[in-house]
């Protein structure tokens, strides 16, 4: 069974602009979240999808969203960067069926200038 | 959002030797999981565990789900340099689907 894949791996923006990030879970697994992972604040849960709706959202602005597709993949969207964007974006596939557990993606790694 | 306390931060150990780390919540979890994570990539599962009291192992990894349900233990034994990187304890409650993260253990082996 293929794992989490996330696109682009890395990314290079400037301050300003926006940038959409994807992820495609495991086959069969209907649930998505999204992390910002950096060195000083850890991992930071942005949001979590299930069939198409936000189930979960964290405490981040509303130039951070997301979206999922009736295919389960999924994409988040950060308007306006700022130089604090720049993270290491996990995306963790679930399977949604009760027994919970979280298989990640390898991430990409944004970096806004 | 909550996070849970993690410890140790970080740990240098001598190859071969035993290594233990612990995870603990105010909250109740009914799910506990620990991953490892190597730099630039994405957190890897270790091991996951349901139920109070829980001891499961993987390979040389053992982690147990407190009686309490508010704390985890990870233990590695006869640790190899592979083992570098850094280790993370996750929970979630009963009350939503939200995982927390710990802070994470740093574990370099020394050869």
């Known amino acids: 069974k293929a794992g989490v894949t996330q696109t682009p791996r890395y990314l290079i923006k400037t301050r300003g602009q926006q940038v959409t990030l994807s992820c495609s879970p495991i086959s069969g697994h209907r649930s998505v979240s999204w992390y910002q992972q950096t060195p000083g604040q850890g991992l930071q849960f942005l949001f979590e999808y299930f069939s198409e709706t936000q189930r979960n959202k964290g405490n981040f602005p509303g130039r951070f969203s997301g979206r999922q597709f009736s295919n389960s993949r999924s994409e988040m969207n950060v308007s306006t960067l700022e130089l604090g964007d720049s993270a290491l974006y996990l995306c963790?596939?679930?399977?949604?069926?009760?027994?919970?557990?979280?298989?990640f993606g390898p991430g990409t790694r944004l970096l806004v200038l | 959002g909550q996070q849970l306390n993690q410890s140790p931060q970080s740990m240098f150990i001598q190859e071969g030797e035993d290594v233990s780390m612990n995870c603990t919540s105010s909250s109740i979890f009914n799910t506990w999981l620990w991953y490892k994570q190597d730099p630039g990539e994405g957190p890897v599962l270790l091991i996951a565990l349901y139920k109070a009291g829980e001891l499961t192992s993987n390979g040389r990894l053992t982690a147990q789900f407190g009686i309490t349900r508010k704390d985890s233990f990870l233990n590695i034994s006869a640790s190899i340099p592979s083992d570098v990187g850094i280790y993370f304890c996750?929970?979630?409650?009963?009350?939503?689907?939200?995982?927390?993260f710990g802070t994470g253990t740093s574990l370099t082996v020394i050869p």
């Open positions: 996750a929970g979630q409650g009963w009350s939503g689907n939200q995982f927390y």
């Open positions: 963790a596939s679930i399977p949604g069926t009760g027994r919970e557990t979280q298989y």
